[in-house]
């Protein structure tokens, strides 16, 4: 395949297209190509550069199985939703948001709607102040311009230190350092049985299960229960509960159901009540996440078989 004929499989085919690149000299002719679209992501470490940008369009219910990165990567929802998966649990990545996975950290990726994402991957010496566990971050509007732009730019490896693209780049880590902490991830706890009820919650949450009732299944005092639940998922039960059933409106938001209901149903006393602790967790209240993410409608089906299978 010629050089030419390599750039238009690149740029124009669909997400997978790069799978064809092994059975050629893929180090050797990345630099002549200019900007990454549509690049696997299994190949990824396979592009020359501290710092590196792609991007990538996915359809609905595309999922990249499990896999890791020798440098750290910070995954951009432009528009579109989608789950982010560990070993120690699950984010949900909002329209606009980043999530960010850690160098070395094996993870998968199921798209709910489709989806249109920048992809940044950073080799871990660039700066230390970066941070070491998997979250979704806050993207401010700064950060949101500078990834656009690098859908433009050059390698990292073709400019020189100073250049253009180094500034944006180095810019962008600064604000990745800066940038919130989203409360948006269900961590799982390690004892099995205390992970199987989460999972049972996570599933159908009522406003009705108290603490109370979770120790009587599990056979555990009230005072062992609260110490392990923290210890194990670092967060209060009750914040637990809150999170869960925010996650698991979202797929009950996007097949039509009313507000008001919704909210009744999992508990809150109005409907404003449940917009300012949806607004609170995601970042934008339910009628904007609605607007942003694209045909919502087909996530419902494949959120609740994600939200059932958080087993890891």
Known sequence: MSLPSLSRCLLRQPVDAAATLPALSFRSTICEIGPMRNVQATLADQLPGRIVATSNEYPSHHRIA????????????????????????????????????????????????????????IEPEVSAALPRDCRVIGVSPLMRQLLLETLDLPLQSESGSGSRPDLIYSLIVHEIERAPVLPLDIPF????????????????PSPHDSIDDWCADLAMSRRTFTRRFRAETGTSFAQWCRQAAIFAALPRLAAG???????????????????????????????????????MREVAVPMRATMRGLDG
């Open 257 to 295: 159901e009313a507000i008001t209901a919704l909210a009744l149903d999992l508990g809150y006393e109005s409907a404003s009540a449940f917009t300012t602790m949806f607004k609170r967790l995601i970042g934008m209240p339910p009628s904007r996440y609605l607007a942003v993410s694209n045909p």
């Open 189 to 204: 706890p390690a004892d099995p049985r205390l992970a199987k009820r989460c999972r049972a919650y996570l599933a159908h």
């Open 66 to 121: 499990r896999h890791k990165h020798r440098r750290s990567q910070l995954l951009y929802a432009a528009h579109g939703i989608m789950v982010v998966g560990t070993e120690t649990g699950r984010w949900i990545v909002p329209p606009e948001r980043a999530a960010w996975v850690p160098s070395g950290m094996a993870h998968d990726v199921h798209v709910l709607a489709q989806i249109s994402t920048r992809s940044i991957y």
